[in-house]
């Protein structure tokens, strides 16, 4: 199968290695033609995972997304969140006429609060079975070593989800399906805004202890939210698997985690706007707080965690005092 890839940050980089190392064909679309060209005479990404060299036979570059719509089978879609639409919205004419979408995404398109596969649902012509997401627990760093990591591929048609999924198996990379296309999309969306509280809370000095309890209430509050937004209260949907609970955990405590890393430099006394031009890749947690404080004043689920990450981080709380406020509903 012939794959586009649309993102050169650490996590497209990830899974150009993944599809070159299956030998599968793969046209990568990178953000400048200094960058191509560097990757095509030199094999690296200088900025992201440096030290993963690929294999070019099996490698063609692009800055131009539209090359990649029209050369590929599927295309995966590797870029922040808050750039989504700027590769999708011009190409929906060519992505409605049958190429396979691949989710890499970990947020919502904050201009319209929505997941990317509900964008598409709503252009005629989109089959909503052509559309599979990726997600972790999976840091591309450990990737990039290739230390065995699981890959969870969500998709409403089991046998294109397979199709997908086969092409990303390698001896570091195990794959799980599941058909919950919204749940594990939301997951991701909320494991990054817990993550950045995990951070505010190790950067105003609480111990491990806090810690433990504040996961385990996110994990909690996380399946409220999940059961919530789908309607189905009673849902049967296995929330500690390795896409919810897993993905939770290694995003809160990973020194990788970059939504980590974010939210420790606001309990350092960071400001928002300081921090965000400091940090050299985008922490998705940072806009998804903003859009699930939006959905769950509709959905009504109980969010005390995330609602006082919201409150730091658009609201300028203290966070010493959201964190009062937090300690104070912990089980």
């Known amino acids: 199968m012939k794959i586009g890839v649309i993102g050169s940050g650490s996590w497209g980089s990830a899974l150009v290695k993944i599809l070159t190392d299956n030998q599968h064909q793969v046209i990568w679309c990178v953000r400048s033609e200094k960058l191509a060209e560097h990757i095509r005479t030199r094999h690296h990404n200088p900025k992201y995972l440096s030290s993963v060299y690929f294999d070019n036979k099996a490698l063609s570059i692009t800055t131009d997304p539209a090359l990649v719509y029209a050369h590929a089978e599927a295309v995966v879609i590797a870029v922040p969140s808050a750039y989504a639409e ?38 005629p012509g989109f089959d909503v079975n052509n559309y599979v997401t990726i997600m ?103 929330y500690s698997s390795s896409v919810y609970l897993g993905d939770l955990l290694v995003t809160c405590y990973s020194l990788f985690s970059r939504n980590r890393s974010f939210g420790n430099m606001i309990g350092k006394g960071y400001s928002v706007e300081a921090t965000r031009l400091a940090m050299q890749m985008v922490a998705e947690g940072y806009p998804a707080s903003k859009c699930i404080a939006a959905l769950n004043g509709k959905a009504g689920a109980e969010m005390p965690i995330a609602a006082g990450i919201y409150t730091i981080l658009w609201e ?12 104070a509903v912990l089980i």
């Open 86 to 123: 700027d590769y999708i919205e011009p190409y929906l004419q060519q992505i409605a006429k049958g190429v396979k979408i691949i989710s890499a995404v970990k947020g919502m398109l904050p201009s319209k609060n929505m997941l990317l596969n509900e964008r598409l649902a709503m252009v």
């Open 136 to 238: 972790g627990p999976c840091h591309a760093e450990e990737v990039a070593g290739e230390k065995l990591s699981y890959l969870t591929f969500a998709g409403i048609n089991p046998q294109v989800t397979q199709s997908i999924a086969a092409c990303f198996k390698t001896s570091y990379i195990n794959t799980v399906l599941s058909e919950d296309v919204t749940g594990v999309q939301y997951a991701a969306v909320l494991k990054n805004i817990y993550a950045m509280g995990a951070g505010i809370a190790h950067g105003l000095g609480y111990g491990d202890n806090f810690q433990s309890v504040l996961v385990a209430n996110a994990a909690a509050e996380m399946s409220r939210f999940l059961k919530a937004i789908s309607g189905d209260v009673s849902s049967c949907v296995n």
């Open 316 to 327: 300028a709380e203290d966070p010493i005092r959201a964190f009062e406020k937090i300690e």
